[in-house]
């Protein structure tokens, strides 16, 4: 069975650090790039951070180049995202996600990404 566990969000005042993380099962998990998607209410996912297999390429949203970065740990089935210089309009709740396919491209990942999703983890910056 395919679960994704995202936590590590939380409340953070403007300017202050998150570190979500993202809990995969997949046995083959480090054939997959994996990514970050954000979601505010009454709007589709969008594409926040991505990272291949094997963590040799990452891919960013415009809004959080130099602010956010992505990361895994294939031995520990993990990915995270540390958030830095956090904005109030960073609000969102944050998911993870697979690439579709066992060694999919990050460019395949941003525009579809495989349809497993977990509870996400609500990031919430005050101003």
């Known amino acids: 069975q395919v679960q994704l566990v995202e936590s590590g969000g939380g409340l953070v005042q403007a300017g202050g650090s998150l570190r979500p993380s993202c809990a995969a099962s997949r046995r083959t998990f480090s054939n997959y790039a994996m990514g970050w998607f954000l979601q505010t209410s009454g709007k589709e996912r969008e594409f926040v951070a991505a990272i291949s297999w094997s963590s040799d390429n990452t891919d960013y949203a415009d809004s959080v180049k130099g602010r956010f970065t992505i990361s895994r740990d294939n031995a520990k089935n993990m990915v995270y995202l540390q958030m830095n210089s956090l904005k109030p309009e960073d609000t969102a709740v944050y998911y993870c996600?697979?690439?579709?396919?066992?060694?999919?491209?990050?460019?395949?990942?941003?525009?579809?990404?495989?349809?497993?999703w977990g509870q996400g983890t609500q990031v919430t910056v005050s101003s």
């Open positions: 996600a697979y690439g579709r396919h066992q060694f999919s491209s990050l460019w395949n990942l941003r525009r579809d990404p495989d349809n497993y």
